[in-house]
Each structure stands twice: as C-alpha cells, then as structure tokens.
C-alpha cells in the first residue's frame, strides 16, 4: 500500500520489484497533489494527468528498472526539463520551454523518474522565501500565513506534506538548509562537485552552488545522490564518484556546537534552545558534543561572502542586463554590486576565503563535524519579502538573516540540514551539521542515525487534513 510519508528507499524497491505499479503510485500521488496543492502551491507546471498516466503505464511494460523506477518527482524550477516550462520564477522567462534537460535532470530522468511538475522558487533563486510573479508563494504546511523558506521552498513543502517521496534542490545560500529546517524534513548539501553542475557558460570562477537531495531522512538523501552525483567530462572542477549506500552505524563522534557564534549571528528565542536538544539525542548515541568559541571572524567571512556571491549572482543575470527595470529589486542589486567589483575586491574576497579554509582545516583536525542552527530565526509572515531585524538588530540586506550558513557556504563543505523539533508557535526548524570536504557519507550516516532515534518527518506530519 502507498504510504505519503513512507521511506522513499522502500517505496522505489516496491515499484523496482513490482510489489507496486508505477499506475498506482501515479494514481495517489496526483489525488493527493489534487487535494493539497492548492492550499500550499508548492508543485507548479503541473503536467496533465492523461500523460502522467500513460508515462506511468510505459514503465510498469518496461523491463529495465532503473534507481528512481516509476518515482513521481517536480524538479525545481531553476532547471530546466525537457518539454516543460522553466521559468526560475521570472516574468522574463515565462514563456521559457527547454527542448533538453540539464545534467542532473537527464540523470534522474535516466534512471527511471517521471516528472510530474516543478516545485516553486523564488524568482531567479533570490532569497529564502518562496514568492514570485509567476506562480505566487508557497505556503508552510505548518503555518499557511508563514514562509516554507528557500529557495528550494516548493521542494520542501512537497516532502513536508507527502506530495513527492524525494526532491532536487539547490543551495548556495542555505536554500536547501533553510526549507529543510522550517519544513520538518532533510536537506543536504554536498561537497562542492559532488554533483558536478550544468556544463555551461563559466566553469571556473565560482564555486559557491550546488546541486543537493532532500527527503525525509538521510537514508533517502543517499539514493537520491547516488543519481544524481558523478563526473562529468565537460566540468573539470567536478569530484569523483562515492557511493553513499548502504550508510553504515555511524561510529562515535567528536562533535563542535558553534552557537551563535559568539553573539555574531542574533538569533530569535528558542532557536539555539532547539538545536542544543536536538544535540543531546546524538550525546545520548555516544557522540561527544564540545562547545566551540568562535573560530573566525563572522565579518571577514561575510565580506568575502557577499562579494563572491554578488560575483557570482551578476555572472548569471548579466544577460538581462538591457532589461533590468524588470527584474526584482534584490536581483538588480546583486546585478549592480558583481558588475561593479575591481579585480582587487575579488582577490580579497578570495584571500578571506582562503583564510577561513586555512583555519577550517585545523578544526576538521581535531573535530569530524561542526553544528550550527540552519537559519536565525522562525518561519516569518508569508507577506514579509524578508526579515528586517532579529531580536531588535536591524538586517543591512535581503539575505543577512540567513548569515548563519555562510561559513559553510563560502568553503564548499558538506553539510546536512536536519529537523530539530517545534517552537513555542508550533513552527519548526533545524540545524546544519557540517565537515570537511569529501565527508559525505560520514555526514549521511550520523543523520541516519539521528533519524532512527527522532524520526520528526514522520512522528510530526503537519495538519493537513
């Protein structure tokens, strides 16, 4: 029987061995999207059902059986799909239809997937909540006047509510840490080139994005990392292959609880209280939790951030640059700082970076991972464009809210967002747990067993009905 918030892994092996038909799975999954998409709009571009249906039909004939066999997903809607509209949530691309899909998306795609729709973002990515002018907000299932975050909000409020068993997400400022948090599932982003992004336009200058899973534990982040991971010949940067599955115990860890980070990230009441809780189900596993004192300025690490981002953030809206009075307000303002920068302001963004590098690596020597809240704050009002302070101390831009993931950000590190419980209002959050480069599996397998012992996603549905 198809359970919407059972394990993706058991899910995918039913519909592999035949225990369920990929009709069926189509058949629940729509009605449910049917139900309760309305109210959250976190699936759009949905596809018509007849031909839904049909690709459903082909793959229960098909004799070869791929990882994601008969899977139901929306991809988010800063990739493109073959033959459906990928708008990045902006008027100018409205009209947008991709006649290939990016890299991931034919992995996935090759492994068995049906694509019944995107999931929402916001416009071109900018910002942690989920609003644009084409499809409009994403709704919190735990709170319908709240923000789900982003920018993969659609992505999380999908999981959160059962639409979907597993999602693709993207992060290069907590946009898979943040909805994972404020949606009571799993996010996870990669070591940087772990899934090597889409081979075009520049392939060298910024590594700040990536690619990541979510789902609703680590176990099912692994399977769907193992598509979507691997080299590519066209990206040079890319890392080699590692297969995640099967995650092993994780073995007793060392583990650094960063905080606030000496009072350099403000965080609203009950944040820091949630995460030091969560912590104690990893202590009570055998892990070994130290609080750490801050290991490096919070401002040089910001400095470097913003202009590596904005660096970053410009080289992809550049081709709208005849069109700026149509773009949003913070994507002009990121298009104006990266196109503004001297090759000096560049340097020294990248020295900073290398200095936090140079101390990282002294951490990673002495702990396996670091911890950190995966956002500042609660879920704030669904039309608030974003928070303009927290606890009194006024944000100097459209995404200092969010300075919390910057640390891990800025290096390319992997890290795993998971749930950590509810607050005072009965909206969740989470925190980030991170570790050096290449730690991947050691990072799935923590928060798997994390997971066992939990089990937010699934013991805490939101109230839908």
Same mark, same amino acid.
């Given at each position: 029987m198809y359970d919407p918030y059972g394990s993706a892994s058991d899910l995918v092996e039913q519909l592999r061995s035949g225990a369920l038909s990929a009709v069926s799975v189509m058949q629940a999954t729509l009605d449910r999207v049917d139900a309760l998409n309305p109210g959250l709009n976190a699936i759009v571009a949905l596809r018509p059902r007849a031909e839904l249906m049909a690709e459903a039909e082909a793959a229960d004939r098909a004799e070869?059986?791929?990882? +994601?066999?008969?899977?139901?997903?929306?991809?988010k809607d800063l990739a493109n799909v073959k033959g459906l509209a990928s708008t990045q949530g902006s008027p100018l691309l409205s009209d947008f239809v991709p006649d290939q899909d990016d890299l991931f998306v034919a992995r996935l795609r090759a492994a068995g997937a049906i694509f019944i729709g995107k999931s929402n973002t916001p416009e071109f990515g900018l910002g942690s909540h989920t609003f644009n002018p084409v499809y409009g907000a994403t709704r919190n299932p735990f709170g319908l006047d709240r923000s789900c975050g982003g920018s993969s909000g659609g992505a999380g409020v999908a999981l959160a509510a059962g639409l979907v068993a597993l999602a693709d997400g993207s992060d290069m400022m907590g946009s898979l840490r943040n909805p994972a948090g404020w949606n009571n599932v799993y996010g996870f982003r990669p070591s940087w080139g772990l899934v090597p992004a889409e081979p075009a336009g520049d392939l060298f200058l910024h590594p700040l994005s990536t690619l990541g899973p979510m789902a609703r534990s680590p176990e099912d982040l692994a399977l769907l990392l193992d598509v979507m991971s691997g080299p590519d010949p066209r990206q040079p940067l890319a890392r080699a292959r590692q297969e995640m599955l099967p995650l092993s115990q994780a073995a007793p860890l060392r583990l650094g609880w960063l905080?606030?980070?000496?009072?350099? @990230?403000?965080?609203?009441?009950?944040?820091?209280?949630?995460? #030091?809780?969560?912590? /104690?189900?990893? !202590?009570?596993?055998?892990?070994?939790?130290?609080? $750490?004192?801050?290991? @490096?300025?919070?401002?040089?690490?910001? #400095?470097a951030w913003i202009t590596l981002r904005s660096f970053a953030v410009a080289a992809g809206l550049r081709a709208f640059g005849d069109r700026r009075e149509e773009l949003k307000d913070t994507a002009i303002w990121? +298009?104006?700082?990266?196109? /503004?920068?001297?090759?000096?302001?560049?340097?020294?963004? !990248?020295? $900073?970076?290398?200095?936090?590098?140079?101390?990282?690596?002294?951490? @990673?020597? /002495?702990?396996?991972?670091?911890? $950190?809240?995966?956002?500042q704050c609660w879920p704030f009002p669904l039309d608030q464009d974003y928070p303009r302070e927290i606890n009194g101390l006024a944000m100097d831009s459209y995404h200092r809210w969010m300075q919390v993931v910057t640390p891990v950000s800025l290096l390319g590190l992997p890290a795993l967002a998971v749930p950590t419980g509810f607050g005072a209002t009965g909206l969740p959050n989470g925190m980030q747990i991170f570790a050096a480069q290449g730690q991947d599996r050691t990072l799935l397998a923590l928060g798997q067993s994390y997971h066992q012992t939990t089990q937010w996603p699934q013991r805490h549905p939101p109230p839908l009905g």
């Open positions: 070869d059986r791929g990882a +994601l066999h008969g899977l139901p997903m929306a991809i905080g606030d980070w000496g009072g350099a @990230f403000p965080m609203e009441p009950g944040i820091l209280e949630s995460c #030091e809780a969560a912590l /104690s189900h990893l !202590s009570n596993q055998g892990h070994r939790i130290e609080a $750490l004192a801050p290991p @490096f300025s919070a401002e040089q690490i910001w #400095e990121e +298009l104006d700082r990266g196109l /503004s920068f001297r090759a000096r302001d560049i340097q020294r963004a !990248s020295d $900073l970076r290398s200095n936090w590098q140079r101390r990282a690596a002294q951490l @990673f020597a /002495s702990y396996d991972a670091l911890v $950190l809240p995966a956002a």
